[in-house]
């Protein structure tokens, strides 16, 4: 089977992605597969990482307010779509298949000129532009969240997949936090924004953390590039353990009792699979201010707690932090409630309706 994958710009976008092309590759070890994503994005060095053959594309997000840009834009997506149809005349793939990103768009426009059947994932509970005006005409959209299937209505062949980055985690032997001088009795808390952090949570957050006389523990990552000033010549309590980044965040995750975090899709999935207790802080940055409804539908569903960003402070937080770090059965009926929305088996789910579509 020859399939083409494409998605870019965000881990969010390429690691569902890489999940789906791991299952097709368990399920035929003669696949072919082509990546297609940007020339300058982080796609462009994880996936030839990933040993998958890579083909690069010009072409950037829209802009609300540089019309210039945006002109020229449109010409090179419009080159980038013929480059496509040659691609997939060349490479004849059996599945197209889009992940989110605006370099999708025209690659799986071009597929569905040449009649190729094409399936395309959404991650958030907001679906993005290029899926929303490529889902009409593809054999098959999946979503990570029913609330989602709503922006789908007039699509007859959308189905809840849940997100295969959640099924990832759960292979991941759990790190040992003891290594990292925490107590192996103490409840542990993680506080983490993404690996770029983020200076607004930071500098709300220092208080909470220079004044912590708590019994549980907290490891706080800064970002890598926010830690030089996040609080120099400041000394923590015994019990706070203040860090840039950390590699293989899943595995010490898996020795949390409650993360605090950004409410990016990806996120979540690994959090229902793991049934690790969340307090959200969605950022408001992001496009359609979707990770404020992923967290929204978890808060509903009794299996999260969130905190606007505009509302957060350091009392507020450690308010939240204790309402469950200090009361067992809190925890444990967010756990519960997290694991009847954990979909576990995403990229087998995808799989199956695929071939049998």
Same mark, same amino acid.
Do not use: W
């Given at each position: ?13 390429? %690691?569902?992605?890489?999940? *789906? ?13 082509? !990546? ?23 072409? %950037?997000?829209? =802009?609300?307010?540089? *019309?210039?840009?945006?002109? &020229?834009?449109?010409?090179? #997506? ?23 990103? !605006? ?17 395309? $994932? ?7 532009? =290029?899926?929303? @005006? ?18 789908? &209505? ?28 925490? $107590? ?16 607004? #949570? ?13 019994? !549980? ?6 970002? &890598? ?47 229902? @699979?793991?049934?690790? +207790? ?5 950022? +408001? %940055?992001?496009?359609?201010? $979707?990770?404020?409804?992923? @967290? ?23 308010? &939240? ?28 789910? *995808? ?7």
């Amino acid at each position: 089977m020859r399939i083409i994958v494409s998605a870019g710009g965000t881990g969010g976008h390429i %690691y569902p992605a890489l999940s *789906i092309i791991n299952k097709f590759k368990e399920k035929d070890s003669h696949l072919e597969v082509l !990546y297609i994503g940007t020339h300058n994005r982080m796609e462009k060095d994880i996936v030839p990482q990933n040993n998958i053959k890579y083909e690069a594309l010009e072409i %950037y997000g829209f =802009s609300k307010t540089n *019309i210039k840009r945006d002109l &020229k834009n449109i010409n090179l #997506i419009i080159k980038a779509r013929k480059k496509c149809l040659k691609i997939m005349q060349e490479f004849k793939p059996d599945l197209v298949i889009g992940t989110g990103g !605006y370099v999708t768009y025209p690659v799986i426009s071009a597929a569905n000129k040449l009649g190729i059947k094409t399936f395309i $994932h959404e991650q958030n509970s907001i679906p993005g532009k =290029s899926n929303l @005006a490529l889902a009409k005409k593809c054999s098959l959209v999946g979503v990570s969240f029913k609330e989602s299937l709503k922006y789908f &209505k007039n699509c007859s062949n959308v189905f809840y997949s849940g997100n295969p980055c959640g099924e990832n985690a759960l292979t991941i032997k759990k790190a040992d936090k003891t290594k990292l001088g925490f $107590h192996k009795n103490k409840k542990l808390v993680i506080c983490v924004c993404g690996s770029l952090g983020s200076s607004s #949570i930071n500098n709300k957050l220092k208080d909470y953390l220079i004044n912590f006389d708590d019994d !549980y523990e907290v490891l706080y990552i800064t970002g &890598k590039n926010l830690y030089a000033n996040f609080a120099p010549n400041v000394t923590f309590p015994s019990n706070v353990k203040v860090v840039p980044y950390f590699d293989n965040l899943s595995a010490l995750m898996k020795s949390a009792d409650l993360i605090v975090t950004r409410a990016g899709a990806s996120t979540i999935s690994e959090l229902l @699979a793991l049934q690790i +207790p969340a307090i959200f802080i969605p950022s +408001p %940055y992001v496009a359609n201010n $979707h990770q404020y409804y992923n @967290a929204k539908t978890l808060e509903d569903n009794q299996a999260g707690l969130m905190i606007e960003e505009k509302d957060l402070t350091s009392d507020l937080l450690k308010t &939240k932090i204790n309402e469950l770090i200090s009361n067992p059965t809190n925890l444990a009926v967010m756990k519960d409630n997290m694991q009847k929305l954990a979909v576990t088996n995403s990229s087998e789910i *995808i799989y199956n309706k695929l071939v049998e579509k």
